[in-house]
């Protein structure tokens, strides 16, 4: 295999990937077949499908359970569970259980509580999108402001989607993601047009039974791959122990809160558009209740296989240059036969398809029934705009590829999910509790809620607590001050009135209480990451191989007592930012050119010229050197600047360190990227003698800059 396995890293991880001329023709075979098959089980929506905008956004309301809640799996899941999720497992380790437990348990109440409240409201108002129950009016002000928020988030989530395709495509036929975007944006408004929402659902409820499928075969392999259960453990141990740790180090807001987001994110569903659509195209409460029993019965093991292929993925890539969210795509490619491979990638790229199309047709449902409700029933004019978003996302998924972070899908969909679910969320709980919000309170909170998850987001404070607690927060904040100021007379909790500060006090205690033990227990025992590694310590071989990159060269004449500076920037070299660079090499070239002249020349070494000083320089951020040479009569000289930036005593062999710290010695990362400064100077000597003059004015230096670069194995001994 080309691909970097457990003992070996491999700084170019993904352009080592073979090209489709080099790929098995049965997996793009099996690909095609699957592809096909999905795309097949959409279009024949068409044959069912009735030319009215309530079918073509809500399927008329008469979906089976089963096939709502397979889809509302596959919607949810998508291409975050796929590409982002298995990102996140494979950098957080045991820790990502409480994403797990705590997002299941959030959507346990959701689909108890909030999801009996959305459908009754909606099948009793006839509305079709979410945004129109946050007032009592479709089309009203807030409502506007609501789907304009929902068309923001959902185009960002479907760009998500977009991306996570094209990383796959990428991945495992080598094909540019632009052009798996693109392919993307094709089928997704095929979708759309075919059959709407059912078309989703039909090929939604297929893809979860194949995805399922797929992610059991590649499970078990997986774990076979890296020894069991055993070696799972010892694998990731060796390479960081917070891997093993089931709470992550160095939370600058502790751990309670950190959990608490994920049940929040888990509530958040119900503030998610395109899952709440599968919702209201149930008939009745009984059928929300068995679509709840299928929901939970497919997403729970689905959610326990991610975990434990994320998991492996680490263990088999552990190059620290490794996209993490590449873990799926690319275990499976090393250790699946074509076939298998093919089913895959087929099952990641459309679950990411027929995903986006949900969110675009929301996005469809809030402009048509809010922004401009003057056309809500025009099936023409709602499908340009289903094309228009469509066309929105596609731009802002490319345009992602160009900005640092901005092709992270799990950083994509935190933002949408997060952002979806602290703008609706608080607004549904306070008119589940019998409070009628007017225009500018709900307007207020909402706004209030997408500032404060913007600025969470980019406040660097995202890793310590996800943008769903400060969202909702502010959101909640805002309402009972809105409240307090403009109805001080009406409880803030609708029907419902406020408990006395006795009551709160006792609530208070209750909720402090077990907060501070779990505090007190992770300040006290919780995992350092500022350890030595964080690793088992061992013996250790490491088999270095350095190669090198030409860099710049040239040819200058410089003139006595001149020095020339040239500047380089790593920008110049394809893909610099995936090599291992640990050092660089400056090789000078020069001769003599010194000449004499005159009648005394020809006495015994008078003729003969004195060595003049070559010196270079080179200079990278903090690191530099310097190194001088002589050049010596007609001969050609030379000599070397070299400077280097990794530990040379990880090389060899290593005792009494973990592999981490080897890792931390010999992968420097970016450390190698960005500008470099060659200086060059000549100081002249020349000789001469009675009667013998010499001139000499400089000498021509030849330079040849070289990148050096550094894969490296370990084994141990």
């Known amino acids: ?39 097949g089980i959409g279009l024949a929506s068409m044959w ?27 919607t949810w899941n998508s291409g975050y569970m796929f590409i982002g999720f298995i990102g996140f497992t494979f950098t957080m380790g045991y820790s990502i259980i409480w994403i797990g437990l705590g997002s299941m348990i959030g959507q346990i109440v959701a689909w108890i509580w909030l999801y009996k409240f959305i459908q009754q409201s909606a099948n009793e108002r006839g509305v079709r999108s979410l945004s129109s129950l946050v007032s009592d009016v479709t089309g009203s002000p807030e409502a506007k402001l609501a789907a304009l928020f929902s068309v923001l988030f959902l185009s960002v ?61 590649l499970c078990y392999v997986a774990m076979q791959e890296v020894g069991g259960l055993s070696g799972l453990h010892d694998g990731l141990a060796s390479q960081n122990a917070n891997l093993t740790s089931i709470v992550p180090a160095d939370l600058n807001f502790g751990v309670s809160l950190w959990i608490f987001a994920f049940f929040l994110g888990g509530l958040s569903v119900a503030g998610q558009p395109q899952v709440v659509t599968r919702v209201m195209t149930l008939g009745t409460d009984e059928d929300r209740k068995t679509a709840m029993i299928w929901f939970f019965a497919w997403q729970t093991p689905f959610l326990l296989l991610m975990v434990i292929i994320g998991l492996a993925s680490r263990v088999v890539f552990s190059g620290a240059d490794f996209d993490p969210e590449l873990g799926l795509p690319m275990l499976a490619m090393e250790t699946l036969g074509p076939f298998w491979v093919g089913l895959i990638l087929a099952s990641i790229f459309a679950a990411t398809m027929s995903t986006a199309d949900s969110q675009v047709l929301a996005c469809t449902a809030a402009f048509t029934d809010d922004i401009m409700p003057q056309i809500s029933q025009d099936h023409k004019k709602t499908k340009i705009v289903t094309l228009v978003i469509a066309a929105f996302a596609t731009m802002i998924s490319i345009f992602g590829l160009y900005v640092p972070g901005g092709d992270s899908v799990f950083a994509l969909v935190v933002l949408a999910v997060y952002g979806l679910g602290s703008i609706f969320v608080p607004i549904l709980i306070i008119r589940w509790a019998g409070y009628s919000p007017d225009t500018n309170h709900t307007m ?92 088992a310590l061992g013996d250790w071989m490491v088999e270095a191989n350095f190669g090198s990159e030409l860099f710049v060269d040239g040819v200058e004449y410089i003139n006595d007592g001149e020095t020339i500076t040239i500047e380089m920037h790593t920008d110049s070299i394809d893909d610099a930012d995936d090599l291992n660079i640990v ?24 003729s003969n010229p004195d060595p003049d000083t070559i010196t270079g320089a080179l200079i990278h951020n903090e690191h530099n050197s310097t190194a001088s040479g002589q050049n010596s009569g007609g001969d050609i000289s030379s000599h070397q600047v070299n400077v280097e930036w990794y530990n040379t005593s990880m090389i060899g062999n290593v005792s009494g360190l973990s592999k981490s710290d080897i890792h931390e010695g010999l992968d420097v990362g970016n450390t190698g990227s960005g500008t470099y400064s060659l200086d060059i100077s000549v100081i002249v000597d020349q000789g001469g003698g009675i009667g013998c003059a010499h001139t000499d004015d400089g000498e021509e230096v030849e330079y040849l800059v070289e990148l050096i670069t550094l894969d490296y194995s370990i084994l141990p001994v």
């Open 157 to 217: 989530y479907a760009a998500a989607q977009l991306t996570s395709g094209g990383k796959a495509l990428y991945v495992m036929l080598g094909w540019s993601e632009v052009i798996g975007i693109l392919i993307g944006f094709v089928l997704v408004v095929a979708y759309c047009y075919a059959g709407g929402i059912r078309a989703s659902i039909w090929t939604d409820a297929a893809q979860s039974s194949v995805m399922i499928i797929g992610s059991s075969l």
């Open 444 to 535: 207020a909170m909402m706004t209030t809620a997408l500032i404060t998850v913007i600025l969470w987001s980019i406040s660097g404070f995202g890793d310590d607590i996800f943008p769903s607690v400060p969202g909702m927060g502010a959101a909640f904040i805002t309402h009972f001050l809105m409240n307090q100021i403009r109805s001080p007379d009406l409880s803030p909790l609708g029907r419902f009135d406020l408990p006395d500060f006795k009551t709160l006090g006792i609530g208070a205690l209750i909720i402090l209480a077990p907060v501070s033990i779990v505090e007190g227990t992770y300040v006290l025992k919780g995992p350092d990451s500022m350890e030595s590694g964080g690793g």
């Open 583 to 606: 050092g660089a090499t400056v090789t000078l070239t020069y001769s003599e050119d010194e000449t004499s002249s005159g009648l005394g020349c020809a006495a015994p070494g008078a």
């Open 1 to 39: 295999s080309n691909l970097t396995r457990r003992e070996t890293h491999t700084p170019l991880l993904i352009v080592n990937i073979p090209t489709p001329k080099a790929m098995d023709l049965l997996l793009v075979a099996s690909f095609t077949l699957f592809m096909c098959a999905f795309a």
């Open 48 to 74: 069912v499908k009735e030319d009215t905008t309530d079918d073509y956004l809500v399927a008329g309301r008469g979906m089976h359970p089963a096939l709502a809640a397979l889809s509302a799996v596959s």
